[in-house]
């Protein structure tokens, strides 16, 4: 079954050209230059600088695809390059339970039918200090949770990735308690940011990068983004997610990009740029990641240096 695709301009554009059209487009809102030369969107086929995206210009698709971490695959940058093309993603479901009208098993393909998928270009931050910019496929999540139907009494929503060691050579190495295991609260979940990422640079999505389904919480360090996902919960408790789980006391359950709250190894308040090269200087971090005026709202009155 095909999705209802709003056909992205990498769709039809070498990504060079993408690169160099959407650096024109940048220069032209930033300067004002569209009002003052009377260029309009329309002047430049098929592309759109939507509300969600940065004008920032985006890592290649070598970068993203090369420096991951995806720890079932091993716990280098380039494992999971080298070591991802093990998994079998098709065919490919995701067991939607919990507090939902409509609980059961949803295929990928009758999934796709069923919601909008666009292109937005985020920034990504990793809780190490390293920073992309990703030209991301995808939906938004609201619109999985709202096929399952979530019942009023839910307030969290857990996410957990597939667990195939025979196929992900990581999980047969107790590095962590496998399956890996993530959540958000409902209204995360619901924003319009958080979306569930099916490809990037408008192709299928690599394994490497968390095939054929992943999660995308811009605001949000990246491991917060799980990979590979096959299991969707909705429950009124708050998950236990596995990095917490793991060390409560350098990773917490909201894991917002703040530059005031230091990891308690490094601080958080510049990131690399991914791609800079070895000597580029290091860029200021944004508190929410540069999204505070789409996401503050949700976190009024929490003290996030305590709910970090």
Known sequence: MSAKYNLPYSHVTPETVYLNRRAMMAG????????????????????????????????????ITSYNNFYEFGTGKEDPMRNAHTLTTDPWS????????????????DILAKVDIDERIYRFR?????????????FELNQLLNLAGVQPSAK????????????????????????????LRLDEAMHPLTIMATGLYGQELPNQNGAPLRLVVPWKYGFKSIKSVVKITLQEEQPV??????????????SNVNPEVSH???????????GGGLFASRIATVKFNGYEEQVGDLYRGLDLTKNY
Request: glycine share 10%; net charge negative.
């Open 28 to 63: 032209f809102a930033g300067a004002g230059l569209l009002a003052a030369t009377g260029a309009q969107a329309q002047d430049v086929p098929d592309f759109e600088i939507k509300g969600f995206d940065t004008t920032e210009t985006p890592n290649t698709f070598e970068e």
């Open 94 to 109: 995701v067991e939607i339970d919990g507090m939902v009208e409509r609980p059961g098993s949803y295929g990928l393909g």
């Open 126 to 138: 990793c809780v190490e200090a390293w920073s992309m910019v990703i030209p991301w496929n995808g």
């Open 156 to 183: 969290y929503v857990r996410f957990e990735t597939l667990f195939r060691p025979e196929e992900m050579p990581g999980q047969r190495r107790p590095i962590l308690d496998w399956p890996y295991v993530e959540g």
């Open 241 to 254: 997610n596995t990095w917490k789980a793991t060390n409560h006391r350098e990773y917490g359950f909201y």
């Open 264 to 274: 308690p190894r490094w601080s958080q308040a510049t990131e690399r740029r991914i």
